[in-house]
């Protein structure tokens, strides 16, 4: 696949402070921080680099100071106990967080060398480059047809025959295809779980994102349609590059080439906490040789 | 493995303090709703009894005669067409302000001044009696620019406004959110997330409860008072000069001492129950034919 030059913002910001200035009177966690560790080099080149990321739900800092960088082609995937933060983190990196009330980002995360945060920067840009699969499967109330040609349709494809094309050719690449080629007029809250969060994916991957970001895409769905949705992510890994945010270890050591270990930190003194990437690394190397005593502790089923 | 003896379990719900509430409050409750089915139904009986007799197609479409007039000649055919202008100018006025200030409310006001502002300025609008809102409309407007259709359209759109807008910021607020996040996902703005996903998942139940809103403007009789005047001739236009509606009709003829005229009012008051239940039916049709995808 070819990849375009990122165009999202009519003029490239120079890389911003680390910091706003109107930094927010929150109570600062008093434990150091872990210096964070710097993913090893890899082939391929950088979609994503976050550069001492904090999020923020109004006054609660969740994450604090997060730098990793997301390489192409690859499978990234994101773990750690419920509340450290993962799901954030992902979601900053196509600013689906703007649609929270409250929500903030401090830091700088930059897509293919442009900062997401820049003055100029349209959300809606962005999203149509990276794409977003959730943790419910959520098919819009309309057909099966209607749902995957949905995103080509705002983007201005009317064609019906090409319409026909980018629905068979993204339903065939979400492994969907054979079992509703029959019924694309049926509504989409039609098909079983399973179904219905690969018609989401297809959903995503007709408007030919370049990154596919994966919220526990897994979690309402049997082992079954679980193996089916990972032979579809490593299917088209080749096209894509991919976060996902799991819970299930064994979901990110069969998937993922480069793994993310999320912590939650805790603060007794003013009672805060806050979520930080503990460690990143290739996905071997932290689950068989972890260098931070909390990852081991963690991928070994000692805690959570 | 439990060995059966002797004596088998008693399965039956156990006599006592427990069991005789449980049946006291069915009792009760089956009571209550007979009560509140006997009114209905009555009214249903005797507004169908006594309004069959005079119904005809001559009836509907014929001029209203002098109230002294025996049953069987004339008809409420002004009333009727009344009815059809000043209702229609109603809803074209205050359905499209009512679901617009819905979706502002819902989907771009957030918690803002302004948008708060507008949902207890709806929610006190409901409660303002209709009498109230003819007088508003007879002052501003009738005082200046005399009686007509479009200043009773006016009175009743003031009434319908709040209802279709709280009607329509329920249903918005049905929609869930993932939809609308699976929609801004793949690159939509605000407006196509509005247009294409929310409206269409909420249409069925916005639809409904502007016919509701409808069918409740249409049997209002206080607001139409300051406002049409309520004549007996016919007048097709309805931007100038007095005219007449059916529940204005059903309040002068069923007022008046001659027997004709309290038929006609009979008459008029199935026609008005009719009008309403077809635009129930209505409603549900609608919902129906709008959650095809939604099941």
């Not at chain 1, 919220?215 to 890994?237: F, H």
């Not at chain 2, 449980?22 to 006594?50: D, E, G, K, Q, S």
């Not at chain 2, 948008?115 to 409309?137: E, K, W």
């Amino acid at each position: 696949m070819e990849q375009p030059e990122p165009d999202i913002a009519t003029s490239l910001q120079p890389p911003k402070p680390a910091a706003e200035p109107q930094a927010p009177p929150v109570p600062e966690p008093q434990a150091p921080l872990m210096p964070q560790p710097q993913a090893p080099s890899g082939p391929g080149s950088i979609v994503f680099d976050a550069e001492r990321v904090s999020c923020y739900y109004g006054s609660f800092r969740a994450v604090t100071d997060v730098s990793l960088s997301v390489y192409e082609n690859e499978i990234t995937a994101f773990i750690g106990p419920s509340g450290c933060g993962k799901t954030t983190v992902l979601r900053t990196l196509n600013r689906m967080n703007d649609l929270v009330t409250g929500a903030r980002v401090e830091g700088d995360v930059r897509y293919r060398g442009s900062s997401l945060y820049g003055k100029d920067v349209s959300p809606i840009a962005v999203r149509r480059r990276i794409g977003m699969v959730f943790q419910k499967p959520n098919p819009f109330p309309k057909s099966i047809y209607d749902n995957v040609a949905y995103g080509p349709r705002i983007n201005g494809e009317h064609n019906r025959g090409r319409l026909d094309e980018i629905v068979e050719r993204s339903l065939r690449q979400a492994a969907l295809w054979e079992e509703v080629k029959d019924r694309l007029k049926a509504s989409g809250l039609s098909l079983s779980g399973g179904q219905a969060q690969r018609l989401c994916i297809a959903r995503t991957l007709a408007v030919e994102p370049d990154v596919v970001l994966m919220d526990e895409p897994c979690s309402a769905l049997d082992p079954i349609a679980t193996g089916a949705i990972e032979d579809l992510m490593r299917d088209i890994k080749q096209r894509y590059t991919i976060v996902i945010v799991t819970h299930n270890m064994q979901q990110a050591t069969r998937v993922s080439d480069r793994t993310a270990f999320f912590s939650v930190l805790r603060n007794e003194e003013s009672d805060t906490r806050t979520g930080v990437l503990v460690e990143y690394g290739r996905t071997q190397q932290i689950f068989e040789d972890p260098t931070d005593s909390r990852t081991e502790a963690y991928v070994t089923g000692q805690v959570g | 493995m439990t060995v059966v003896t002797g004596q088998q379990p008693n399965l039956r719900e156990p006599k006592g303090w427990r069991r005789t509430k449980n049946r006291t409050a069915t009792v009760l409750m089956v009571i209550a709703f007979i009560l509140a089915v006997i009114p209905l139904v009555f009214v249903l009986i005797t507004v169908v009894a006594r309004g069959i007799k005079i119904i005809s197609w001559q009836y509907l479409t014929s001029p209203i005669p002098p109230q002294v007039v025996p049953a069987g000649i004339g008809g409420i055919g002004p009333a009727i067409l009344g009815t059809i202008e000043i209702v229609a100018l109603a809803t074209a006025m205050a359905v499209p302000l009512g679901v617009l200030g819905a979706i502002y409310l819902n989907e771009y006001g957030g918690k803002g001044v302004l948008a708060r502002l507008i949902g207890f300025m709806a929610d006190v609008m409901t409660g303002v009696p209709s009498i109230v809102m003819g007088l508003f409309i007879f002052s501003i407007w009738v005082l200046h620019f005399g009686f007509s259709g479009f200043a009773g359209a006016l009175a009743l759109g003031c009434l319908m406004l709040p209802v279709v807008i709280r009607s329509t910021d329920e249903m918005l607020k049905l929609v869930p959110n993932p939809l609308r996040e699976g929609s801004y996902a793949l690159g939509a703005t605000k407006a196509r997330v509005t247009l294409t996903v929310v409206l269409p998942a909420a249409i069925g139940g916005i639809v409904s409860g502007a016919l509701l809103a409808i069918a409740r403007a249409a049997g209002e009789t206080a607001p139409l008072l300051f406002t049409i005047l309520t004549v007996f001739t016919a007048n097709r236009n309805p931007f100038s000069g007095p005219t007449t509606s059916i529940p204005s009709q059903i309040f002068a003829n069923a007022t008046s001492p001659y027997t004709g005229a309290q038929d006609r009012a009979w008459g008029a008051a199935l026609t008005l129950v009719v009008i309403a239940f077809v635009l129930m039916i209505a409603a549900r049709m609608v919902t129906a034919r709008f959650t095809r995808y939604s099941r």
